[in-house]
């Protein structure tokens, strides 16, 4: 069994569709897969701040088990565990969203022992055997650099949109209890990944491949699709993500996803009908 673990809310599902999709058409063997999804409802916060809804949750659950019928997602609603823990400390208004907090309730939530966390703005190019299968031993965790902090911040400053989690190790030394006290009593530039680093006792360093956030080679395994910096025709950041096909084509020049992004298309489309169904069903029920 291959444990995923993906972090967020109802906005995210282009995401987990897409990155779901490419670990499965990239990866060989026909082992099952069980994919983690936390997600909660923060709509005091932000409107938008809605948790993975059931239909979303139910259809990711039809496109994975057409791969492999013991495949299966697990949505975890994490909202009471993040009043307890995060509720109106200082990094609530994290640089992304307070959805980057949650992966560091691996630990107070029944998981495996070794699980794959990922960002939900991921590509696999190769098989996921090549990270997942990496022995951790007495590490806690595994990641690669962080494109700009490496250069930035420290050589080994590592980026957290791709972890592979030791949670065993991680439970007996404390890390994740160590990142949430940081995270309720410092405001952290970063918030969790700085709340990680800091917290950490033993990493191990993956090379560039298992989290490219700015190239995709050949021997790319996982491309993460960050926010980056372009140079032309002007220096700029944007935030192109996998799900943007035509900004992936033009701008990256990227067509090695295409067999991807075309079923996203094709699937995106097939759950928006069905969602109109339901909903036009409910109306003329309402009517009756």
Same mark, same amino acid.
């Given at each position: 069994?291959?444990?995923?673990?993906?972090?967020?809310?109802?906005?995210?599902?282009?995401?987990?569709? =897409?990155? +779901?999709?490419?670990?499965?058409?990239? =990866?060989? *063997?026909?082992?099952?897969? =069980?994919?983690?999804?936390?997600?909660?409802?923060? *709509?005091?916060?932000?409107?938008?701040?809605? /948790?993975?809804?059931?239909?979303?949750?139910?259809?990711?659950?039809?496109?994975?088990?057409?791969? &492999?019928?013991?495949?299966? #997602?697990?949505?975890?609603?994490?909202? %009471?565990?993040?009043?307890?823990?995060?509720?109106?400390?200082?990094?609530?208004?994290?640089?992304? *969203?307070?959805?980057?907090?949650?992966?560091?309730?691996?630990?107070?939530? @029944?998981? /495996?022992?070794?699980? $794959?966390? $990922?960002?939900?703005?991921?590509?696999?190019?190769?098989?996921?055997?090549?990270?997942?299968?990496?022995?951790?031993?007495?590490?806690?965790?595994?990641?690669?650099?962080? !494109?700009?902090?490496?250069?930035?911040?420290? /050589?080994?400053?590592?980026? +957290?949109?791709?972890?592979?989690?030791?949670?065993?190790?991680?439970?007996?030394?404390?890390?994740?209890?160590? +990142?949430?006290?940081?995270?309720?009593?410092?405001?952290?530039?970063? #918030? %969790?990944?700085? #709340?990680?680093?800091?917290?950490?006792?033993?990493?191990?360093?993956?090379?560039?491949?298992? &989290?490219?956030?700015?190239?995709?080679?050949? !021997?790319?395994?996982?491309? !993460?699709?960050?926010?980056?910096?372009?140079?032309?025709?002007?220096?700029?950041?944007? &935030?192109?993500?996998?799900?943007?096909?035509?900004?992936?084509?033009?701008?990256?020049?990227?067509?090695?996803?295409?067999?991807?992004?075309?079923?996203?298309?094709?699937?995106?489309?097939?759950?928006?009908?069905?969602?109109?169904?339901? @909903?036009?069903?409910? *109306?003329?029920?309402?009517?009756?």
């Amino acid at each position: 069994m291959v444990n995923i673990l993906f972090c967020g809310n109802s906005g995210i599902f282009d995401g987990i569709l =897409t990155s +779901a999709l490419s670990i499965l058409k990239r =990866t060989e *063997s026909k082992e099952p897969f =069980t994919f983690y999804i936390f997600t909660m409802d923060l *709509s005091r916060l932000k409107e938008s701040y809605l /948790p993975i809804n059931d239909s979303q949750t139910e259809f990711f659950q039809e496109v994975i088990k057409e791969y &492999n019928q013991d495949n299966r #997602a697990v949505k975890i609603d994490v909202t %009471d565990i993040y009043k307890e823990e995060f509720s109106g400390c200082p990094n609530e208004d994290a640089y992304c *969203s307070p959805y980057t907090l949650i992966r560091l309730f691996a630990d107070k939530v @029944e998981l /495996p022992q070794k699980i $794959l966390y $990922l960002d939900a703005d991921i590509m696999f190019n190769r098989d996921i055997h090549l990270l997942y299968d990496i022995d951790l031993g007495e590490y806690e965790y595994a990641a690669a650099r962080d !494109h700009y902090g490496k250069y930035l911040v420290s /050589p080994n400053y590592i980026n +957290a949109g791709v972890v592979l989690f030791n949670l065993k190790k991680m439970r007996e030394n404390g890390i994740l209890e160590k +990142a949430r006290k940081l995270i309720k009593t410092k405001k952290l530039i970063f #918030a %969790d990944q700085s #709340a990680i680093i800091r917290s950490t006792t033993k990493k191990m360093v993956l090379p560039q491949r298992f &989290n490219d956030q700015k190239f995709l080679h050949r !021997h790319t395994v996982v491309r !993460h699709f960050s926010k980056r910096l372009f140079w032309l025709p002007f220096p700029h950041t944007d &935030n192109i993500k996998q799900w943007q096909v035509s900004k992936v084509h033009k701008v990256f020049g990227y067509y090695q996803f295409d067999d991807i992004l075309y079923d996203y298309i094709y699937l995106r489309e097939k759950y928006q009908r069905e969602v109109k169904e339901y @909903e036009k069903d409910s *109306s003329d029920i309402l009517c009756v």
